[in-house]
């Protein structure tokens, strides 16, 4: 089935390093994302991860894939009060044909504290 | 390169009305995907759109529908407003399948 979960809410203080947590269901996941949002504004790609893929980087963002567990997580490093937003992961599935369609978590509020 | 677009931004909308939102890709990107966001049920799938082509729907109400133009730039259109439509209303655009997917700042829709 179709399901992603993500805890509701953490708190960090700037400067210390975030690890926002994501499980999903469906073994045939293709494409794992990470987006962040804004009070008021749309969505935002941070990054993304093939489902072949253990581990990627992109600055301050590593992305780690447990696809034996169905585990997928996000580190911030260094984070900052402009990191403080709702960040949500996503799944895109093969269906068997071609698709994008999305299957998003609940979204994680980060409260990044001064 | 500018950013996937969504107009109008707010509407404001009456039960029994029809509305129509427009979602202008980022150029090149061929791929058109939509998604309701509510507080209650979160980011939900309704339809994507691929060289002018519905390829694939959510669980969404036949009052929901959409197509797409031969310049990518899509449209959804939700008839019949009943308050539950109000939503933020967002489109992703993509080149093909998989890979990035980019959304536009959305459309705050309010049905009173």
């Known amino acids: 089935g179709e399901d992603v979960e993500q805890s509701l809410f953490l708190s960090v203080r700037e400067g210390d390093s975030s690890v926002i947590n994501c499980t999903y269901t469906?073994?045939?996941?293709?494409?794992l994302y990470w987006y962040k949002q804004e009070p008021g504004a749309g969505l935002q790609l941070l990054t993304y991860i093939f489902s072949n893929m253990d581990m990627k980087q992109d600055q301050r963002l590593t992305v780690l894939l447990n696809k034996k567990d169905k585990h997928l997580s996000l580190r911030i490093a260094d984070t900052q009060t402009g990191d403080s937003a709702i960040y949500f992961c996503a799944e895109s599935m093969d269906y068997g044909g071609a698709t994008n369609k999305l299957i998003f978590g609940t979204g994680t509020l980060l409260a990044v504290q001064p | 390169k500018a950013g996937v677009t969504q107009t109008p931004r707010y509407l404001i909308k009456t039960r029994g009305q029809q509305v129509t939102l427009s979602c202008s890709p980022i150029?090149?990107?061929?791929?058109v995907s939509w998604y309701q966001q509510t507080p209650g049920q979160g980011l939900q799938f309704l339809f994507e759109y691929f060289s002018e082509t519905q390829r694939n729907k959510g669980n969404f109400p036949g009052r929901f529908s959409g197509r797409q133009f031969s310049n990518s730039r899509s449209e959804m259109n939700v008839s019949t407003l009943e308050l539950g439509d109000s939503a933020l209303y967002l489109c992703a655009s993509s080149w093909g399948q998989g890979g990035e997917q980019y959304f536009g700042p959305g459309t705050r829709l309010t049905v009173t």
């Open positions: 150029s090149g990107h061929r791929s």
């Open positions: 469906d073994s045939s996941s293709t494409y």
